[in-house]
Every structure is written in structure tokens, then in C-alpha cells.
């Protein structure tokens, strides 16, 4: 995360232009945020992406949407044996990226 990150996320839509690390407040409606502020954000913002690091490394290990669409359609059939199998393939993977406490 970044000064970029921290301004859009405390001041949304507003008007500003950074040049290096100078910040230039151009907006008439919000006030510009404090150094202080935007350091706090960024280290907010850094914690939160961190702790989401458990859905990042799920995703590309779950099964694939197509993998899904074929076994509910043989569920519907009345066969849960693929459905069965795409169920226990993502608790596998749930269980190798637990979410954290």
C-alpha cells in the first residue's frame, strides 16, 4: 500500500494531483488529509490486504466454475457423486488456506 491508496480510500473522488511525494490539495469540497491520517491509512490498508492473504491463495486451487456447472448438473440428475467430489476438492482447499481466527 501507498500514499496513492490512502488518499483515494480516506478521500474518495476527491481532487489532487501527487508529485513525488509532495501532495497538492485541489479540491474545493474535501479537506485534505493530514500526513499523519494518510500514514495511518496506509498501514490500515496494509493490514487489511495482509490478512486476506488466505483468499489469495485459494483461489487459483478451488475447482473450476465448469467443474461445478457439470457436477450440479448431474446432481440434478440425481447423481451428488461429482458434486460430492467438488465439495470435498474445495474443503481441501480450505483446509490447506484456513481462514485466520
Do not use: H
Request: overall charge negative; aromatic content about 10%; charged content about 30%.
Amino acid at each position: 500500500m501507498n500514499k496513492i491508496d490512502a488518499i483515494r480510500s480516506l478521500r474518495p473522488d476527491s481532487e489532487w494531483v501527487l508529485r513525488g511525494d509532495v501532495l497538492e490539495w485541489m479540491d474545493s469540497t474535501q479537506t485534505e488529509p493530514t500526513e499523519a491520517e494518510i500514514q495511518a491509512e496506509i498501514v490500515r490498508l496494509q493490514a487489511d490486504y495482509d490478512s486476506k492473504q488466505y483468499q489469495r491463495n485459494r483461489q487459483p486451487e478451488y475447482p473450476s466454475l465448469a467443474t461445478f456447472a457439470d457436477a450440479y448438473y448431474w446432481a440434478q440428475k440425481g447423481d451428488n457423486t461429482k458434486m460430492d467430489e467438488y465439495v470435498a476438492s474445495c474443503d481441501a482447499v480450505k483446509a490447506k488456506y484456513p481462514k485466520p481466527e
